[in-house]
């Protein structure tokens, strides 16, 4: 993340594993962004207390009630987050946020799938659809030439289990609805990544590999 260059940046799933991750690292560089804008679906919740000490420390990162699962609660965070913007556009927008369950091809239902695209491809869906117009701010205002996190951008976070081409490698983890959604997901960000070029807005996906995460678990 050396010279990102970005003013400011949301992250989603922002209260624990790789979104506090995320926001320490940002919160680390020379160029540390305006402003961080660190989301979380509970953010007065007991696993928002690492993300509360960072605020408290750093006057350029606050949190956002974000459920990527509610519509409501996506708009009210799209006008939070332009309230602090005062007219200029966000940079980067990070979907982080997901959920993972351990479940296998006899044992999976509907309702574990449903969750999972929810979460998974729905939530990321709403919340750019949300911040497009920020989005598009930031890339008419922004000097820079082509695309870039520094002028206007969009990154899913994915995973190599929602690659076809690797399941015969990873299938020791089945996990039957993340992998669905986040091969869903990899779709999602190539249509953004043609539709929204026009706007100069780069859409990208980021496999971050194994980490010791609540989510994560034990490495295989």
């Known amino acids: 993340m050396a010279g990102l260059g970005a003013r400011s940046v949301l992250v989603t799933g922002a209260n ?64 939070c987050v332009e309230n602090h913007l005062k ?14 369950k351990e479940v296998a091809l006899d044992a999976v239902d509907e309702e574990d799938m449903i969750n999972g695209y929810r979460t998974n491809v729905i939530g990321p869906l709403l919340v750019s659809q949300a911040f497009l117009p920020l989005l598009r701010r930031a890339a008419q205002g922004s000097s820079e030439k082509g695309l870039s996190c520094s002028r206007a951008a969009v990154i899913n976070i994915s995973s190599a289990l929602g690659s076809i081409e690797l399941v015969p490698l990873t299938y020791i983890k089945p996990a039957i609805p993340y992998r669905c959604s986040k091969v869903a997901l990899n779709m999602l960000t190539q249509c953004q990544s043609v539709g929204y070029k026009e706007d100069g807005i780069l859409c990208t996906t980021v496999h971050p590999g194994w980490v010791k995460t609540d989510m994560g678990g034990q490495e295989v």
């Open 87 to 100: 007219g200029s556009g966000l940079n980067l927008l990070i979907n982080n946020a997901g959920i993972y």
């Open 16 to 79: 624990r594993g790789i979104g506090l991750e995320l926001v320490r690292q940002l919160l680390s560089k020379p160029d540390s962004p305006q402003w961080i804008f660190a989301c979380s679906r509970e953010p007065d919740g007991e696993r928002g207390q690492e993300l509360k000490n960072l605020v408290s420390k750093h006057p350029n990162v606050v949190m956002v009630k974000l459920d990527a699962t509610s519509s409501a609660s996506i708009k009210d965070a799209a006008a």
